[in-house]
């Protein structure tokens, strides 16, 4: 038999702490000082892109799923 935790008192929680949105905060500008980032080679920006082009069309898509079976 499952036994569960004993439902909590609806007086214990204080009103604000549903209220979350306001302890969100932007942390990009933090990380990105401490984490370097580094760029993609140029040959792998051109695969992505040329994939992307033909990812738009539908026979471009059926070429890609075609290359990718073989």
């Not at 984490?35 to 695969?47: C, D, M, T």
């Amino acid at each position: 038999m499952t036994r569960y935790a004993a439902p909590m008192d609806q007086g214990s929680l204080p009103v604000d702490a549903a209220r979350g949105d306001a302890r969100h905060r932007d942390v990009r500008e933090q990380v990105f000082a401490v984490v370097p980032q580094q760029r993609a080679s140029l040959g792998k920006r051109l695969f992505w892109r040329m994939v992307l082009w033909l990812a738009k069309s539908p026979a471009g898509l059926r070429l890609l799923r075609r290359l990718r079976g073989s």
